[in-house]
């Protein structure tokens, strides 16, 4: 049956053309109807895009062509030998030298390993049908699958048998989003139907919704359905929308519920069904950790949107030589003293710090000094909320004086545990250290407070109590990438330049985005396993004059800059090359942005978010130099 399966793909026959109501609400409707309004391209590029989602229109720009044969390039035929002949199925490249396909079509790193890509396998516009360009696969430097989303990436030769780049065909870049199509709206596939030459089914294909005893076992959060053409060898194609995003990877037919009393005849279908690329992403987000290919799949199609690797390792002199534990502080060294914790009166207008995380304090989330002390750890000039549950900082707090700050001198090279809070909720040696797990990768120490922030004082002496302090676990996040000193870009002092002095008095927050999604890690480690934070957030409240406040809010990780790909219109271009201004990943956001992200609540100093003043939808900007930052 599978080899059946496997040597014609997708089987399709005669499709009922059935438009059943699901059961989405109301309210999600309208939420999925937005977000397909936020993906549109700008009305002076296509001006009926709206009127055409929701089909009252089917006027489109006449760069609709241009663009879908500029998707098309990226699209090849399969072709994988076998006993007694060989089968076919589509794929489509979606990253530089990344192909994806159905698991049914490229099931192992063997047949892979057999298997060719051809691309450019079509009529030109004479009706000449060209010659293939193949390039073989690489299944050993990438090769991920998983059979219950039946997806497949592997990579391809940076050359074709002949000497072609594989660049020359660009990518489908893959916008992990929800809500790039609604019910009833028309997709267009393009496939090697038969393993014939490429063909394009537009305006045959519609998103339905079927009837629930006909997809009893389905995931809907996982597969999508539609009513198109298309034929064996079909499978792994794009299913893409009307300003070309891939919203599914193309997956089987569907067949109507089979009665008793039509045993022995011929399956009728009812419809096709696709694979969701938010689910294809979510799975990969979990698998992050625990696969090395994974993790390569990632890499590559954030390298697709001209992102570097999130999970590069930082060079060993910018941060973190893998330090050992050292023994913990007295905890008199904090005795009650002015510059001991987070000063909220700091600035010309005092920001309260408990009333930034009282919500999520309410909600019993905070974790706990022994003694019932409270659950703020006090330091020299900072201060740290830790989240019970994620055993990491929910937020950190600290005042930056520029006048007064001094080189604290080397770099330490210990981290300690804070005896005043226990330490099942501070992660130490036994987390960072490798030799103390099996995980196929292994986290920095990342500061979240720098050590330089809370360096000053009247002395050398004072500015390095506050550098000592920083290299607490409890101030410390687990980072696989150049964060704190090469990704992050040290943005306080983007912004303290960008006042066009150090002398300024600055207050910065920041922390991790906790999501219930985000990986796991160290299951084998004492205390684990964990759930890793891939984002992370800044808010700088810079004192540019006396009693003149502003502030600019930050985030940088692998899964937040996902919503200012569609704002920036990535998908309007869908380039095959990086994007220079999208290379750093540092994104400047609106406080707002922050807080619905974090459940924190910082409306004692949103009316001073000079980016959120702007009468603009656009909630982000990249950041590549240091005149972009907006304060």
């Given at each position: 049956?599978?080899?059946?399966?496997?040597?014609?793909?997708?089987?399709?026959?005669?499709?009922?053309?059935?438009?059943?109501?699901?059961?989405?609400?109301?309210?999600?409707?309208?939420?999925?109807?937005?977000?397909?309004?936020?993906?549109?391209?700008?009305?002076?590029?296509?001006?009926?895009?709206?009127?055409?989602?929701?089909?009252?229109?089917?006027?489109?720009?006449?760069?609709?062509?241009?663009?879908?044969?500029?998707?098309?390039?990226?699209?090849?035929?399969?072709?994988?030998?076998?006993?007694?002949?060989?089968?076919?199925?589509?794929?489509?490249?979606?990253?530089?030298?990344?192909?994806?396909?159905?698991?049914?079509?490229?099931?192992?790193?063997?047949?892979?390993?057999?298997?060719?890509?051809?691309?450019?396998?079509?009529?030109?516009?004479?009706?000449?049908?060209?010659?293939?360009?193949?390039?073989?696969?690489?299944?050993?430097?990438?090769?991920?699958?998983?059979?219950?989303?039946?997806?497949?990436?592997?990579?391809?030769?940076?050359?074709?048998?002949?000497?072609?780049?594989?660049?020359?065909?660009?990518?489908?870049?893959?916008?992990?989003?929800?809500?790039?199509?609604?019910?009833?709206?028309?997709?267009?596939?393009?496939?090697?139907?038969?393993?014939?030459?490429?063909?394009?089914?537009?305006?045959?294909?519609?998103?339905?919704?079927?009837?629930?005893?006909?997809?009893?076992?389905?995931?809907?959060?996982?597969?999508?359905?539609?009513?198109?053409?298309?034929?064996?060898?079909?499978?792994?194609?794009?299913?893409?929308?009307?300003?070309?995003?891939?919203?599914?990877?193309?997956?089987?037919?569907?067949?109507?519920?089979?009665?008793?009393s039509a045993a022995g005849q011929p399956a009728v279908f009812i419809g096709n069904e696709g694979v969701r690329i938010s689910a294809i992403y979510k799975m990969l987000g979990h698998r992050r950790l625990d696969n090395g290919d994974a993790r390569r799949v990632l890499d590559r199609l954030d390298g697709a949107f001209g992102f570097a690797p999130i999970s590069q390792?930082?060079?060993?002199?910018?941060?973190?030589?893998?330090?050992?534990?050292?023994?913990?502080?007295?905890?008199?060294?904090?005795?009650?003293?002015?510059?001991?914790?987070?000063?909220?009166?700091?600035?010309?207008?005092?920001?309260?710090?408990?009333?930034?995380?009282?919500?999520?304090?309410?909600?019993?989330?905070?974790?706990?000094?022994?003694?019932?002390?409270?659950?703020?750890?006090?330091?020299?000039?900072?201060?740290?909320?830790?989240?019970?549950?994620?055993?990491?900082?929910?937020?950190?707090?600290?005042?930056?004086?520029?006048?007064?700050?001094?080189?604290?001198?080397?770099?330490?090279?210990?981290?300690?545990?804070?005896?005043?809070?226990?330490?099942?909720?501070?992660?130490?040696?036994?987390?960072?250290?490798?030799?103390?797990?099996?995980?196929?990768?292994?986290?920095?120490?990342?500061?979240?407070?720098?050590?330089?922030?809370?360096?000053?004082?009247?002395?050398?002496?004072?500015?390095?109590?506050?550098?000592?302090?920083?290299?607490?676990?409890?101030?410390?996040?687990?980072?696989?990438?150049?964060?704190?000193?090469?990704?992050?870009?040290?943005?306080?002092?983007?912004?303290?330049?960008?006042?066009?002095?150090?002398?300024?008095?600055?207050?910065?927050?920041?922390?991790?985005?906790?999501?219930?999604?985000?990986?796991?890690?160290?299951?084998?480690?004492?205390?684990?396993?964990?759930?890793?934070?891939?984002?992370?957030?800044?808010?700088?409240?810079?004192?540019?004059?006396?009693?003149?406040?502003?502030?600019?809010?930050?985030?940088?990780?692998?899964?937040?800059?996902?919503?200012?790909?569609?704002?920036?219109?990535?998908?309007?271009?869908?380039?095959?090359?990086?994007?220079?201004?999208?290379?750093?990943?540092?994104?400047?956001?609106?406080?707002?942005?922050?807080?619905?992200?974090?459940?924190?609540?910082?409306?004692?100093?949103?009316?001073?978010?000079?980016?959120?003043?702007?009468?603009?939808?656009?909630?982000?900007?990249?950041?590549?130099?240091?005149?972009?930052?907006?304060?």
């Open positions: 049956m599978l080899a059946a399966y496997k040597k014609t793909g997708a089987l399709t026959g005669p499709s009922a053309r059935l438009d059943v109501p699901g059961s989405v609400g109301p309210r999600e409707k309208e939420r999925r109807l937005d977000m397909r309004k936020d993906l549109l391209e700008p009305p002076a590029s296509d001006p009926m895009g709206f009127e055409r989602v929701i089909g009252e229109s089917d006027l489109t720009s006449i760069n609709y062509l241009d663009r879908g044969r500029r998707a098309a390039a990226a699209v090849c035929r399969i072709r994988i030998p076998a006993d007694g002949g060989e089968w076919y199925g589509t794929g489509f490249l979606v990253g530089p030298r990344l192909l994806m396909t159905n698991a049914h079509v490229l099931g192992n790193a063997g047949e892979a390993s057999q298997a060719e890509a051809e691309f450019g396998y079509e009529h030109d516009i004479d009706g000449v049908l060209n010659v293939p360009v193949q390039f073989n696969l690489r299944p050993h430097e990438i090769f991920f699958s998983d059979p219950e989303l039946d997806v497949t990436f592997v990579a391809i030769s940076p050359l074709s048998d002949g000497g072609v780049p594989i660049e020359r065909f660009g990518w489908l870049p893959l916008l992990p989003l929800p809500g790039k199509v609604i019910d009833k709206e028309w997709v267009t596939i393009i496939q090697h139907p038969g393993g014939g030459p490429k063909q394009i089914s537009i305006r045959s294909s519609r998103i339905v919704s079927l009837p629930k005893k006909a997809i009893p076992n389905v995931n809907l959060d996982f597969f999508i359905h539609y009513l198109t053409d298309t034929e064996p060898g079909s499978s792994g194609s794009p299913v893409v929308n009307d300003q070309w995003q891939v919203i599914a990877l193309h997956h089987k037919a569907v067949p109507a519920p089979r009665l008793k390792a930082a060079p060993a002199d910018a941060e973190d030589a893998f330090e050992k534990d050292a023994k913990p502080y007295a905890a008199n060294r904090w005795k009650k003293a002015p510059d001991i914790g987070y000063d909220p009166g700091f600035l010309s207008q005092p920001v309260d710090l408990q009333g930034i995380y009282a919500a999520v304090r309410a909600d019993g989330k905070t974790a706990p000094l022994k003694n019932g002390a409270g659950d703020e750890l006090t330091y020299h000039r900072f201060s740290v909320i830790v989240h019970k549950e994620r055993k990491f900082a929910l937020l950190t707090a600290v005042n930056i004086h520029g006048k007064l700050l001094k080189h604290p001198g080397k770099r330490q090279s210990v981290w300690r545990q804070d005896e005043r809070m226990d330490g099942v909720y501070q992660p130490a040696g036994d987390f960072y250290e490798k030799e103390k797990g099996t995980d196929k990768i292994q986290f920095s120490r990342g500061h979240l407070v720098r050590r330089f922030d809370p360096s000053w004082g009247k002395s050398v002496a004072d500015a390095k109590l506050g550098d000592e302090d920083s290299f607490h676990y409890a101030n410390a996040a687990p980072q696989f990438q150049t964060y704190n000193d090469v990704d992050w870009g040290n943005l306080e002092d983007y912004v303290l330049n960008r006042a066009q002095t150090i002398e300024k008095k600055m207050t910065v927050f920041q922390g991790p985005i906790f999501r219930d999604d985000d990986p796991l890690y160290g299951k084998s480690r004492v205390g684990g396993p964990w759930k890793i934070p891939l984002s992370f957030w800044k808010i700088a409240v810079l004192e540019k004059a006396p009693g003149q406040l502003a502030a600019a809010a930050f985030i940088v990780g692998q899964t937040q800059y996902v919503g200012a790909l569609y704002e920036a219109k990535v998908f309007s271009g869908l380039r095959p090359y990086r994007l220079d201004d999208m290379r750093s990943r540092k994104i400047q956001t609106t406080i707002k942005t922050v807080e619905e992200q974090t459940g924190l609540d910082f409306s004692a100093i949103r009316t001073l978010d000079a980016h959120g003043s702007l009468e603009s939808t656009r909630q982000t900007r990249w950041i590549n130099r240091l005149d972009d930052v907006l304060i």
